[in-house]
């Protein structure tokens, strides 16, 4: 009785909205209760721990990247003059003050844009002259690990492709991916690492991520697992993402194989693509990577990505002789097992059936 | 914080406003984001109801408690952009997300042991969403259980008993731990 009155109180002071009789009664308990005054003790000693929300997203970059957007914003809508009306010379020369800075960061966006130009089309010529391309297939029910000349291994999941040039020079790293692979780019300050991926381009400097950007699939995912890159949106050149360790980006993709799935009109442009932080995870195993380890894990996927990721990593195909099967939610995870026995597994929880032909698969 | 608000009310001091942001943005983002789970949202959710404060600062001082204020206005402001994107007319605040949320013991403050610590860390980490939000606002937030009784729309009872449902299950955990405290002489 006496216990539970303890927690009852406990909460109200913890809440801060205890009165100084109820303080005084728990006082009194607490020294016939000396092990509940451990209890409060603890209670009283938990502060949210930094470390995990800000391992992911720092607070300083919060604030700082935050305030200039801000201050971006005051400074371009409407309707944020001075209410009052009393002109003050200080806010006039705020104002001229930060006119003359808007031209002048416009005046080097404009350089460095000018100068980047001309870097790329030297870089450019110089390049296409001095290097071949190779390219890497992977043809479904296989994987495959590749060391590029700079050092830097992309280990590429069934049904990939990737393109990259023989040597790389000395200024510029550039492949092309289709499909999906995890990259470890050894770190080269003065040469950036670019992916060409569908409708994205990621930049980096030195880390290890995954990319998923298979033409049917209806996202482009980007899971950096360590370091930084950015991440850019071919037909929003000015749109640059950064990602920061334990994030994933995924961009809606419009598979040209697919016409018929048409994007809900009312999908804004903030929905086209969206930044998660991953939840945490016992020694980076995470889904999106899951498929290193040859695993294959499932939670919750609509039946007709899985049959994808079977198809893909088994090398069959499947056909869905029963089209309402496809919006099945599947969740399991598949290691050792043979085609035969994920599909036996899969017949537990979710009710079909299913023929095999050669490489075809029909589900029923 | 009041003398902040004086100062951008009546001087249009925009330091105080810097102030004011720099204290606020990291528990509001980590609130928003709650609701949203989308990092750039979040973001614009919280500049969003900074700007709007900014633009309304002749009237800064109608405002009873900053606090409250702060919370409602990105609860608010979550819920359009919800509505928006999803056309669900209320939030539901089941949905709160707060997996990114963990409170951990200080050491310094209490005589727990690293296996301790974590115990009650992941047990903090597995309350139901609500209870954690609440446990979060008034823990780390500093908030009291009115103030957040206020700001999610519910009645301060509620808050205390998501609260005693919190300290019950530490309560639990910690009984094999319970130990007499040696106190200070």
């Known amino acids: 009785m006496e216990k539970s009155r303890i927690i009852e109180l406990m909460a109200k002071k913890t809440g801060n909205s205890a009165s100084d009789e109820e303080l005084s009664e728990l006082a009194a308990l607490l020294s016939r209760y000396p092990d509940y005054a451990y209890l409060q003790e603890i209670v009283l000693s938990l502060k949210g721990s930094r470390n995990h929300f800000e391992r992911n997203i720092p607070r300083e970059e919060l604030v700082n990247h935050g305030w200039q957007h801000l201050t971006d914003r005051l400074n371009t809508e409407p309707g944020n003059e001075v209410e009052s009306g009393l002109p003050n010379e200080r806010s006039f020369s705020n104002q001229f003050h930060l006119y003359l800075r808007r031209w002048a960061a416009a005046a080097a966006i404009f350089v460095c844009a000018c100068a980047s130009l001309l870097y790329y089309r030297s870089y450019y010529n110089k390049s296409q002259s001095a290097t071949v391309s190779k390219t890497a297939v992977v043809h479904n029910g296989s994987t495959s690990e590749i060391t590029l000349s700079d050092g830097t291994r992309v280990r590429l999941n069934a049904g990939s492709k990737l393109i990259y040039p023989e040597h790389f020079s000395n200024t ?21 690492f670019l992916v060409h991926a569908g409708k994205i381009k990621v930049r980096v400097l030195g880390t290890r991520f995954n990319i998923k950007a298979y033409k049917e699939d209806a996202d482009i995912e980007t899971t950096l697992i360590s370091g ?9 050149e000015e749109k640059k993402i950064m990602l920061f360790p334990h994030e994933k980006l995924t961009v809606i993709n419009e598979p040209k194989s697919d016409p018929v799935k048409v994007r809900a009109p009312e999908v804004s442009n903030e929905l086209r693509y969206q930044v998660q932080v991953l939840p945490a995870a016992v020694n980076n195993n995470y889904v999106e990577t899951a498929w290193l380890d040859h695993k294959m894990v499932l ?6 990505n899985v049959a994808r990721l079977l198809e893909r990593k088994y090398d069959v195909t499947v056909y869905f002789d029963n089209s309402a099967l496809k919006q099945e939610h599947i969740s399991g995870v598949f290691e050792k097992e043979n085609i035969t026995q994920v599909l036996e597994i899969l017949k537990m929880t979710t ?3 299913y023929r095999i032909n050669g490489n075809e698969i029909h589900l029923f | 914080m009041n003398t902040l608000l004086k100062r951008i009310q009546f001087e249009n001091d925009e330091t105080a406003f810097k102030e004011l942001y720099e204290e606020n943005v990291f528990k509001l983002f980590q609130f928003a984001y ?6 750039q949202l979040a973001e614009e959710i919280v500049n969003d109801v900074f700007l709007k404060l900014w633009q309304k600062r002749g009237s800064l001082d109608s405002i009873k408690n900053i606090n409250v204020y702060l919370y409602v206005a990105i609860k ?14 209320n939030i539901d605040h089941e949905r709160f997300v707060v997996t990114h949320f963990y409170l951990s013991p200080d ?3 209490a005589l727990i042991t690293n296996e301790l610590k974590k115990t009650i860390e992941s047990s903090i980490d597995q309350l139901p969403p609500k209870c954690k939000l609440i446990f979060k606002l008034v823990k780390e937030d500093g908030l009291s259980s009115t103030e957040v009784a206020e700001i999610l729309e519910i009645s301060y009872k509620t808050v205390n008993t998501q609260l005693t449902i919190a300290l019950k299950k530490l309560e639990q955990l910690l009984k094999p731990f319970l130990k007499p405290v040696h106190l200070k002489a």
Do not use: C, H, W
Not at chain 1, 173 to 186: K, M, Y
Not at chain 1, 299 to 304: C, I
Not at chain 2, 78 to 88: G, V
């Open chain 1, 172 to 192: 510029s790293r550039e492949v092309t991916l289709e499909g999906e692979a995890f990259f470890e780019v050894t770190q080269s300050a003065n040469a950036p």
């Open chain 1, 228 to 236: 930084k890159v950015q991440v850019m949106l071919n037909d929003d």
């Open chain 1, 299 to 304: 939670s919750n996927e609509d039946f007709e």
């Open chain 1, 351 to 353: 009710r079909f059936n």
């Open chain 2, 34 to 39: 709650a609701f949203i789970q989308n990092k």
């Open chain 2, 76 to 89: 608010n402001t979550a819920a359009n952009y919800l509505r928006k994107l999803t056309s669900k007319k």
């Open chain 2, 107 to 109: 050491p310094e403050q």
